[in-house]
């Protein structure tokens, strides 16, 4: 694959009034089922159509030391499938050490999950690019604070406003939960842009049959399945994926009142 022009800090484009053309928040039906892949897959699809994109983790737990500073993999996998780069911290506000539950990873380090940090953090990205993915945490409803009235991670969703990419891992008690998220996404008055079909398990039967069976009740764009790839990356996932849904309408509008692509210029 040919490879990618980056938009770094010497030529990134100015902050602008108007925010991103495209912006998605990224959920998924639980835990360990490829948002990450599927956030990084959009990315490198995206910018096949020349789109200045970035994604964004809005928290991530579990994190090594490297350099002097916590890293953690799928904020560096945004990082690296994101043509737009951006300063490390901007990718994730709050990387946690733990890898366990947020909260109850920030609890141990002192840390109050801020929604309206993750929210500036968005915004900050929103004026530079063109599209931007934000990934959630978990599944839908992710705890953020440890009482009873804490958001949880469909608040933050709620609180950005952005329509929402459903990751649907395919094994078995995938279509009640791909339906109950849908239902909880739904019910915030949020939007469902789209859904992914991720195959995490290669020995699940009838696999045909449960998309089909989602894709009839979901009532949203099927954006592409991603096969159990041996050694997952995302730009071979990418392949799998028709972005069209998401973003030809809006860049038709863009084309017929543009004479020419945004400049990148030195912020």
């Known amino acids: ?7 770094t800090a010497a030529n990134a484009p100015t902050e602008r009034a108007t925010p991103a053309r495209h912006a998605f928040f990224v959920t998924g039906t639980d835990t360990e089922i ?11 699809a995206a910018a096949r159509r020349g789109l200045v994109c970035a994604g964004l983790k809005s928290v991530a737990a579990g994190a090594s030391e490297h350099n002097g500073r916590f890293v953690n993999e799928d904020v560096e996998q945004l990082h690296d499938a994101s043509n737009l780069k951006l300063p490390d911290d901007w990718y994730c506000p709050y990387v946690l050490k733990d890898a366990t539950a947020p909260h109850i990873a920030a ?42 009235s804490a958001p949880d991670t469909a608040d933050l969703a709620r609180q950005l406003g952005l329509p929402v990419i459903l990751v649907v891992g395919l094994r078995l008690g995938c279509i009640s939960h791909a339906l109950l998220t849908a239902e909880a996404i739904t019910s915030r008055g949020l939007t469902i842009a789209g859904w992914v079909a991720n195959h995490v398990d290669p020995e699940m039967r009838h696999v045909d049959a449960n998309v089909d069976a989602i894709a009839a009740r979901l009532g949203a764009p099927l954006l592409g399945r991603v096969p159990h790839l041996p050694h997952p990356d995302a730009a071979t996932a990418s392949g799998y994926l028709d972005i069209a849904p998401l973003v030809d309408s809006a860049l038709h509008r863009t084309a017929q009142t543009s004479s020419g692509p945004r400049p990148h210029t030195a912020p």
């Open 1 to 7: 694959m040919a490879e990618r022009n980056l938009i």
């Open 34 to 44: 490829g948002k990450t892949l599927v956030s990084s897959a959009l990315l490198h």
């Open 107 to 148: 609890a141990a380090e002192g840390i109050d999950l801020d929604c309206s940090v993750i929210r500036a953090g968005y915004a900050r990205v929103a004026a530079r690019a063109d599209l931007v993915i934000v990934e959630g945490v978990g599944g839908f409803r992710v705890p953020l604070g440890p009482d009873a």
